[in-house]
């Protein structure tokens, strides 16, 4: 286990430049398994959880190599396993599997998924995706006899119903719609993914017609990883420092700069995004599916209410709250507020924490940051997941942090 020292109470300045999306690597890499060939993924970030996926997509025989910044998934030649649930445990998108291997070996397993622990997540709406396309469900085993073509209609938006609808819905023959997509722009680059391995995809708003088939080798880059650069956004701000983010789509933080603006700080006109002064009032955030504000930036702005209050609200994930526990170690004080959580204006010092998950653990490095004197976050592993080479950037910027094994 790693711990973070942290001393904090210094600004932060200076350029940074964000690494590959997550979000967007999971399902790409996953769904390498209903192709045949070798496909070639550009600017996969080298983080804790691409690692674990491509160890486990090579448990069936896939054949993995990095050349610099691209990797090279070689998946011509495969063999059905289960996957191990010491793999699966750890990542909430291993779910993804069932979709992939349905596709590629008529078979599938019901997988103990895993990831951040702060909410319940039942996957009925896979498992409805897959069945409406003649799959069987039988205890832990999903097999799929003759998959046919279907008409898929989500109740709510579900990007991990969504990826797995698309995955299999392209390995079929002949036309599925699936109606309710999510449309977070990851979603849009496994989409080009699987266009790029052959098969056929037109959207109109939330309803996407699958043409899909046989799927072959294909070739797509990573985009810039937006939650981290929100991450790093809010860095600047807590810190009281002025850096510039570099490296991703402006405009997928349009809801993130916005709830911020609103607060008092200020944000530069440009490609980049470079954010500067404290809030000065107090904001709402209410986390909603794409184009809202993105539930896996409630946790890192939760540390900046501590400057003039604010309330939380998660509607894709509403109990993500458990991080505000550790939170006030730190010193933050908050309360629930029926649904939401209310954050107070709070002196923040410095402390010893555990972090909880991905998203609350960075919000610990924030609070760490803006606490004068030294803190120290256990289990920096689960920060490790999501954020590459984290305290070279944060080291760049001019933050004083050491990452040690505990």
């Not at 996953?30 to 448990?59: E, H, Y």
């Not at 019901?110 to 951040?116: A, F, P, S």
């Not at 991990?160 to 036309?175: H, K, P, Q, R």
């Not at 402390?351 to 030294?374: I, Q, T």
Request: glycine share 12%; charged share 20%.
């Amino acid at each position: 286990m790693k711990k973070l020292v942290i001393n904090g109470g210094v600004p932060l300045f200076g350029r940074v430049r964000v690494s590959g999306s997550k979000n967007a690597a999971l399902p790409i890499i996953f769904s390498s398994l209903a192709l045949r060939g070798i496909s070639r993924i550009k600017g996969l970030a080298d983080i804790g959880d691409v690692r674990v996926a491509l160890d486990l997509i090579g448990c069936y025989g896939a054949k993995v190599k990095r050349e610099g910044r691209d990797t090279l998934i070689d998946t011509t030649t495969l063999k059905y396993v289960s996957p191990p649930p010491e793999l699966t445990s750890m990542l909430r998108a291993s779910t993804y599997l069932m979709g992939a291997s349905l596709i590629r070996f008529g078979r599938a397993e019901l997988v103990n998924h895993g990831g951040c622990n702060f909410s319940a997540r039942p996957i009925d709406m896979h498992l409805d995706a897959l069945a409406s396309h003649g799959a069987v469900i039988a205890g832990d085993v999903i097999s799929g006899g003759r998959l046919v073509p279907s008409v898929v209609r989500f109740k709510k938006r579900s990007v991990g119903a969504t990826v797995n609808a698309l995955i299999s819905a392209a390995g079929i023959e002949g036309e599925s719609v699936i109606e309710g997509c999510a449309l977070e722009p990851h979603i849009f680059v496994l989409v080009d993914y699987l266009r790029s391995a052959g098969a056929s995809i037109s959207f109109v708003g939330d309803r996407a017609t699958v043409r899909g088939g046989e799927l072959s080798g294909a070739e797509v880059s990573i985009p810039g990883d937006m939650i981290e650069a929100g991450s790093y956004v809010a860095a600047s701000i807590a810190s009281g420092g002025r850096v510039q983010v570099q490296g991703f789509d402006r405009s997928e933080l349009s809801s993130f700069i916005e709830a911020l603006g609103a607060s008092g700080v200020s944000f530069e006109d440009g490609e980049d995004v470079v954010a500067y002064g404290k809030p000065a009032r107090r904001f709402s955030v209410c986390a909603a599916p794409y184009p809202g504000f993105p539930t896996d930036l409630q946790p890192v702005v939760a540390p900046l209410m501590s400057f003039a209050g604010g309330c939380l609200k998660d509607e894709v994930w509403r109990e993500r709250f458990g991080y505000l526990d550790g939170l006030g170690a730190f010193g933050l004080r908050s309360r629930a507020l029926g649904d939401m959580r209310e954050v107070f204006p709070s002196e923040l010092h410095p402390a010893r924490a555990y972090a909880p998950d991905l998203r609350g653990g960075f919000a610990m490095l924030l609070a760490a940051l803006m606490a004068d004197g030294e803190s120290e976050i256990y289990n920096a592993d689960v920060i490790l997941r999501g954020y590459e080479n984290i305290t070279e950037k944060l080291s760049g910027l001019g933050a004083e942090i050491s990452l040690c094994e505990m």
